[in-house]
């Protein structure tokens, strides 16, 4: 399986909005197959079309222990049902930073499946958190835009300093 490079903070390409899916052909459920790898590859939980310069809305996450239960969401929709909670975050575009980030806990979702048929459920914990974090990217968002302006550029002259970090 081909492996996808993920697109590194602070390259520009991250804070592009993805535009909505509108064929669902061989060509998306290759591209999610290639996110799926990549995402396992990379040891990571989630991974969004932007983090790889795919700018159409699609996401992929599995937050199982045993890395079978994998989820592709295709225009995802989220309505946030639960109580904020603090948890720790990480992102393969930003590696070497954690810090903790105030989401829901419990969301409703509205997406397409890859083959483009309507998809409904519910999700929380773990789960909720990392389909908050991928729909962010969908948006240009990055979770240190969550933190204070301090915390953000600590991080930001930390990397500029070491890079690879
Ligand atoms: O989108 C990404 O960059 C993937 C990211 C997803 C994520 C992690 C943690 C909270 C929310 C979303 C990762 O998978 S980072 C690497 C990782 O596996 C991880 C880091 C911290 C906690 C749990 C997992
Ligand atoms: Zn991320």
Excluded at 35 to 58: C, E, K, P
Excluded at 147 to 163: D, G, T, W
Aim: hydrophobic letters at 40%; a negative charge; charged letters at 30%.
């Amino acid at each position: 399986m081909q492996y996808l490079p993920i697109l590194q903070h602070p390259d520009s390409r991250l804070r592009v909005k993805a535009t909505t899916v509108e064929s669902f052909d061989k060509e998306l459920a290759n591209q999610a197959d290639k996110m799926l790898a990549t995402m396992y590859d990379a040891n990571g939980i989630g991974l969004a079309g932007t983090q790889v310069d795919f700018h159409r809305r699609l996401i992929v996450v599995d937050v199982s222990e045993n890395r079978d239960a994998p989820i592709t969401l295709v225009n995802p929709e989220i309505l946030l049902i639960g109580e904020t909670v603090s948890s720790e975050e990480g992102c393969l575009s930003i590696p070497g930073v954690h810090d903790t980030v105030k989401r829901s806990d419990r969301i409703n979702i509205s997406a397409k499946s890859i083959d483009g048929s309507k998809l409904e459920m519910e999700a929380e914990g773990m789960l909720a958190i990392c389909i908050q974090h991928e729909c962010d990217h969908l948006d240009g968002i990055l979770f240190i835009d969550h933190l204070s302006s301090l915390k953000r550029k600590r991080i930001n002259e930390k990397l500029k300093k070491a890079p690879e970090l």
